[in-house]
């Protein structure tokens, strides 16, 4: 009797866990309805840190719709790319925080909505900020940090690779050896360091600072240096850098989603310039929502 009782027991749980999903079932988008019903007035956010949660929060004001009672809801980027993928397998209506370059442009029909009110900016730069000091305590890597700059299409190569399930250091290993004309641009002229001098990198846990900072890592290594990487939220990932914790960082979105910290913090770091150029982030919905092309569009038959 016992026994059935075991084999019996998973059985009926499976058929609630089944019975609950079905119960959940979000309908497909209907664009002759209003919008906001359908997703319960929410946005589908990131990290709490992130500067473009702050943004949103502007937006949210910016566009009324705090006052049609919106909200963002905060998550993580993997839990926020989650939820996308399963909307857009069922098309039913989501709204995101997205930025680009990142793998979910490519991998998923997605459109960024029209700002007119300009509250998430226009393009945007990732800069690369180190410690000061770092350029006579280790000059080349100074140099290499310095030269460093790709494109959108060179860092999304890395990220739809990690995305796929590589090991981020491989990934950026693959890149390197597929590139060598790149890395040649990066390096000309150093040369190898001795006594495996040790260096810090910090990065903010999004696909695109993973792809970056795992290249620049591999780059430095090959030059000598004994390096080590070290995920932060964002404010303690530039705070490192101003107290010298840390030597680098290339994940610096300016002039809009890094914006406080680069104020709270200047004159504390050292900015080598853009490693990469335009970037862009705001909100996004999937290109089957083809009614919702604008913020404005959300308060749309309210």
């Known amino acids: 009797m016992r026994k059935k009782i075991r084999l019996f027991i998973p059985v009926v749980l499976t058929l ?36 473009i949660m702050a943004s949103t929060q502007k937006a949210l004001s910016a566009y009324g719709l705090a006052k049609d009672n919106w909200q963002l809801q905060t998550s993580s980027t993997a839990a926020m790319t989650s939820t996308l993928d399963k909307a857009i397998r069922h098309k039913q209506p989501i709204v995101i925080t997205g930025w680009q370059p990142h793998w979910m442009f490519t991998k998923y029909p997605i459109k960024f909505l029209k700002d007119p009110k300009h509250v998430y900016g226009k393009s945007e730069s990732i800069h690369t900020i180190v410690r000061k000091g770092l350029k006579q305590d280790q000059p080349t890597a100074y140099e290499m940090l310095d030269r460093f700059y790709w494109t959108p299409a060179e860092m999304s190569q890395v990220m739809i690779q990690v995305n796929n399930g590589k090991d981020p250091q491989k990934a950026a290993q693959q890149w390197l050896k597929a590139n060598p004309k790149k890395v040649q641009q990066w390096t000309k002229g150093l ?21 970056s900072t795992n290249v620049v890592a591999e780059v430095l290594r090959g030059l000598g240096y004994k390096v080590t990487i070290q995920a932060m939220e964002m404010q303690p990932m530039w705070a490192s850098i101003a107290t010298n914790v840390a030597d680098a960082q290339v994940a610096a979105w300016l002039p809009t989603t890094s914006a406080k910290f680069y104020s709270d913090y200047k004159g504390q770091f050292v900015d080598l310039g853009a490693n990469l150029k335009g970037a862009r982030v705001g909100l996004a919905v999937p290109k089957y929502m083809t009614n919702i092309n604008s913020i404005e569009d959300l308060l749309k038959n309210k």
């Not at 079905?22 to 500067?51: E, W």
């Not at 040369?191 to 792809?211: F, N």
């Open 16 to 51: 609630l866990v089944l019975l609950s999903g079905c119960s959940t079932k979000v309908p497909k988008y209907q664009a002759k309805k209003a919008l906001g019903p359908q997703i319960n007035y929410t946005i589908t956010g990131i990290d709490a840190g992130a500067g």
């Open 191 to 211: 040369k190898k360091v001795s006594g495996k001098p040790t260096l810090k990198l910090t990065y903010v846990a999004w696909d695109s600072e993973i792809a």
